[in-house]
């Protein structure tokens, strides 16, 4: 067993271990476990990047097995540069939100905790699948977990926004299905590397970038087939709205990177121009959106939106700074975002209100916190020295490059951003303190300060020192463009 299955069946492994022995009247051996498996799984991902080739774009910690012989499938796995980071990523989120759930889950703490274990091995399993059917598995795997986890540990709307997320993520990945059948029938293997070499005609690839399309918008979310995303967030238990905003919106940014641009390139250069389009929209219409919510909550939950339309629009505009960048920013959003949402779930938990409106002058009672909660906020607003600031900045240089004015009207989400996220800053944590719950506050404890410290640790890593994150990327990323740039030769009709 190599270092990517280790990854991803030890958290599976522990979560089907606390699903099966765990009870409520031990839940401190229940979240010593959990944790135990995710610090576990964490470890296991660092040497993938200490022993990563930065020189090379093919797969690497390869595996494959024979899974289904009747029909080619093997259970293959392999990272590269597009999907490394991911890896690590997910394993140190899942971490965090043992954390953040210690003393605040207190009923179904076996089943909660082996949730989100589950989920964390399901999704490097996405990011490993080399193919096509183990992939579309893990995928479509990833929604069970994440359903109940809102559907129980939500708010009260929680079965509303359960089956909203379900249903929309679901209709749209069946038509991934049907375009994963019919490459299959056309190449003969499930590999998605054989089928990045299959020569299709223009009128196929178009299919089947639009099927890809119907499954990864939903996910990522693009407008207009965003609205699940705020319910979803808002009712979602804290873990839930980190893990869904820091991970799961990837999976449909990733599935783009190794589905849609190398599989049907001609299509995806012929129908540039929609999802440039499409992730202006999200940049502009949801960053004003953004400006007038009430809620913390929906207030991230748009601005998420907004930043992750930035990733489809570095995608499609065919440089290296643009593709590069949207990964990048892909990763710094996992971090960025997960922490905004740890820092509402903080005051969450002590004033059991998401409205902007009950809180004011938070950093007169809680000031470490405050501290925290402002770096993350300047992160989010795309600050210099934060890892907010360097995709975006990557993506806005691209599409300057691409198209000047596509560039600039990109640049304005800086505005935007700023300007919804200090509005919440000011309202929340500066002035007088506006109410006897924030006169009652207490600062952090130990627990709360750790889950805060790493990710400011990594936001700032991130931000001042991007390099280890770009080295690994540039090859495959120039290779993915090439084999872009290159039309394939038509097959008939």
């Not at 394993?91 to 905790?113: K, P, S």
């Not at 938990?349 to 300047?378: C, Q, W």
Request: glycine share 8%; charged share 10%.
């Amino acid at each position: 067993m190599g270092l990517l299955s280790v990854a991803i069946w030890l958290p599976i492994a522990f979560g089907v271990l606390l699903l099966a022995t765990g009870r409520d009247q031990n839940a401190g051996v229940v979240r010593g476990t959990a944790l135990a498996g995710a610090v576990a799984s964490f470890l296991v991902t660092l040497p993938l990047i200490t022993r990563f080739d930065t020189s090379s774009a093919a797969l690497q910690f390869v595996e494959k097995l024979r899974w289904i012989d009747r029909f080619n499938v093997y259970y293959h796995l392999g990272v590269d540069g597009l999907s490394l980071w991911f890896v690590p990523l997910t394993a140190f989120i899942t971490v965090i939100v043992v954390i953040a759930g210690w003393e605040v889950i207190t009923e179904r703490v076996a089943q909660y905790m082996g949730a989100f274990l589950i989920l964390s091995g399901l999704m490097v399993g996405v990011f490993s699948a080399a193919d096509g059917l183990l992939f579309y598995v893990f995928f479509e795997a990833t929604l069970i977990p994440m359903y109940i986890i809102i559907g129980v540990w939500g708010g009260p709307n929680r079965v509303y926004a359960a089956f909203k997320f379900f249903l929309y993520t679901l209709a749209g990945s069946l038509l991934m299905l049907v375009a994963l059948v019919f490459l299959y029938f056309k190449s003969g293997s499930f590999e998605i590397a054989a089928w990045h070499k299959l020569p299709l005609p223009l009128s196929a690839q178009s299919l089947l970038f639009f099927a890809f399309l119907a499954a990864f918008a939903v996910k990522v979310p693009m407008w207009p087939v965003h609205t699940w995303l705020p319910d979803a967030h808002v009712e979602a238990p804290t873990g839930g709205s980190v893990v869904l905003a820091a991970i799961m919106l990837k999976l449909g940014a990733y599935g783009f990177l190794r589905f849609s641009l190398p599989i049907a390139p001609d299509a995806a250069r012929e129908f540039d121009w929609l999802i440039i389009t499409l992730s202006l929209v999200a940049v502009l219409y949801i960053g004003l959106v953004a400006l007038v919510q009430q809620d913390m909550k929906k207030l991230v939950a748009y601005s998420s939106i907004a930043h992750m339309g930035f990733v489809t629009l570095g995608f499609f505009i065919f440089n290296e700074l643009g593709v590069s960048g949207a990964i990048v920013q892909m990763i710094s959003h996992g971090f960025v975002s997960g922490a905004m949402f740890l820092c509402i779930g903080v005051l969450y938990d002590r004033v059991h209100s998401r409205e902007i409106a009950s809180y004011g002058g938070v950093a007169n009672t809680m000031p470490k916190f405050a501290a925290f909660a402002v770096l993350f906020a300047m992160a989010n607003c795309g600050l210099p020295g934060t890892a907010g600031f360097v995709g975006e900045w990557m993506v806005i240089l691209g599409a300057v490059q691409y198209n000047f004015w596509i560039g600039l009207l990109a640049a304005t989400t800086l505005i935007f951003g700023a300007g919804y996220t200090l509005w919440m800053v000011k309202r929340v944590y500066f002035g007088e303190v506006a109410n006897d719950d924030v006169k009652a506050l207490k600062d952090i404890n130990a627990r709360e300060f750790t889950m805060l410290a790493l990710l400011a640790v990594a936001v700032l890593w991130m931000g001042l020192y991007p390099k280890p994150f770009t080295d690994v990327m540039n090859v495959s990323v120039a290779e993915l463009l090439k084999h872009v740039a290159l039309s394939k030769v038509a097959a008939p009709n």
